[in-house]
Nanobody, 122 residues
Framework: QEQLVESGGGLVQPGDSLRLSCAASGRTYSNDVMAWFRQAPGKEREYVSAISRSLNIAIYPDSVKDRFTISRDNAKNTVFLQMNDLKTDDTALYYC???????????????WGQGTQVTVSS
C-alpha cells in the first residue's frame, strides 16, 4: 500500500526552526517528484517546495524561498523540509505529496499524506 506519513510538526515561536519528515512506504519513490504543500484554515492549499527525482533540483515560491529547504534520501524513502525563521503566516497543516512532474500545482501529485500541523505563535 502506497503511503506517505509526515512528522515533525509542532508549536514554535516566530524565528524558530522545524524539520519536517515524510516517510514513504509501499514501493520505492526514487522515480517520483516529491513535494510539500500546506493549507491554513480558510485558505487554499499552496505549494511550499518540490524536488526532482534526481539532480535534486528544487523549486520554492517566493513566500518561503531562502527560509525553507527541501531534501530527499532515496535510500530511506524519506523527504525532509527544513524550515528556518518561521513566521506566523507559516502556520498551516503541511502535506507531503508524490507525483510525476516538478510542479507547484497540486494536480500534478497523486499520492498524499495526512499532514502534520505547524503552528507559529508567540
Amino acid at each position: 500500500q502506497e503511503q506517505l506519513v509526515e512528522s515533525g510538526g509542532g508549536l514554535v515561536q516566530p524565528g524558530d526552526s522545524l524539520r519536517l519528515s515524510c516517510a514513504a512506504s509501499g514501493r520505492t519513490y526514487s522515480n517520483d517528484v516529491m513535494a510539500w504543500f500546506r493549507q491554513a484554515p480558510g485558505k487554499e492549499r499552496e505549494y511550499v517546495s518540490a524536488i526532482s527525482r534526481s539532480l535534486n533540483i528544487a523549486i520554492y515560491p517566493d513566500s518561503v524561498k531562502d527560509r525553507f529547504t527541501i531534501s530527499r534520501d532515496n535510500a530511506k524513502n524519506t523527504v525532509f523540509l527544513q524550515m528556518n525563521d518561521l513566521k506566523t503566516d507559516d502556520t498551516a497543516l503541511y502535506y507531503c505529496a508524490a507525483g510525476g512532474l516538478l510542479s507547484g500545482e497540486a494536480s500534478a501529485y497523486k499520492i498524499w499524506g495526512q499532514g502534520t500541523q505547524v503552528t507559529v505563535s508567540s
